[in-house]
């Protein structure tokens, strides 16, 4: 299978909220990053797709676009809308998605995003005020594992 119809299999099931699916685009040495959660294993990002599509309890909306691809990597830009469900607060987060294959698969996936954009959306005032900060975004990522790690534990 060409990597962009990889890819667009992936969105495709996201938008879908078919975490099985999304899943299934993974090779089983996969390693996921983004700023939010940090680096990930195969495991851990499965369980963080489902964490997230169970939570968002149908309010999710996944666009995608510009996907592109060669025989070893890929790209792709992703837009997200979605209640945050900590504070109540609307979410529309563009992430470039970068990509790198092994037999046939997803072995490595990057999403990049703003994370003080995100802050600012997601958290109100205090993003604005401390979203920018090391501090804050480093809290940001402390609270995203934690929750995973309980999620993986309550669903072991």
Same mark, same amino acid.
């Given at each position: 299978?060409?990597? =962009?119809?990889?890819?667009? /299999?992936?969105?495709?099931?996201?938008?879908?909220?078919?975490?099985?699916?999304?899943? =299934?685009?993974? +090779?089983?040495?996969?390693? &996921?990053?983004? *700023?939010?959660?940090?680096?990930?294993? /195969?495991?851990?990002?499965?369980?963080?797709?489902?964490?997230? #599509?169970?939570?968002?309890?149908?309010? #999710?909306?996944?666009?995608?676009?510009?996907?592109?691809?060669?025989?070893?990597?890929?790209?792709?830009?992703?837009?997200?809308?979605?209640?945050?469900? %900590?504070?109540? /607060?609307?979410?529309?987060?563009?992430? +470039?998605?970068? &990509?790198?294959?092994?037999?046939? #698969?997803?072995?490595? +996936?990057?999403?990049? &995003?703003?994370?003080?954009?995100?802050?600012?959306?997601?958290?109100?005032?205090?993003?604005?005020? #401390?979203?920018?900060? *090391?501090?804050? %975004?480093?809290?940001?990522?402390?609270?995203?594992?934690?929750?995973? =790690?309980?999620?993986?534990?309550?669903?072991?």
């Amino acid at each position: 299978m060409e990597n =962009s119809a990889v890819i667009t /299999r992936f969105y495709t099931a996201f938008s879908n909220s078919d975490a099985i699916e999304m899943i =299934s685009c993974y +090779h089983d040495e996969a390693v &996921f990053e983004d *700023p939010a959660f940090g680096k990930l294993n /195969r495991k851990e990002v499965a369980a963080m797709w489902k964490m997230l #599509l169970e939570r968002s309890k149908g309010n #999710l909306k996944v666009a995608f676009k510009d996907v592109v691809s060669d025989e070893n990597s890929g790209a792709a830009t992703w837009i997200a809308t979605y209640i945050f469900s %900590q504070t109540n /607060r609307k979410v529309v987060n563009t992430i +470039h998605a970068e &990509f790198e294959f092994k037999d046939g #698969l997803i072995l490595k +996936h990057k999403d990049n &995003f703003d994370i003080y954009k995100w802050s600012k959306q997601a958290l109100g005032w205090k993003g604005f005020l #401390l979203g920018w900060t *090391p501090f804050m %975004q480093n809290g940001i990522q402390q609270n995203a594992k934690k929750a995973l =790690s309980n999620y993986m534990q309550k669903n072991a």
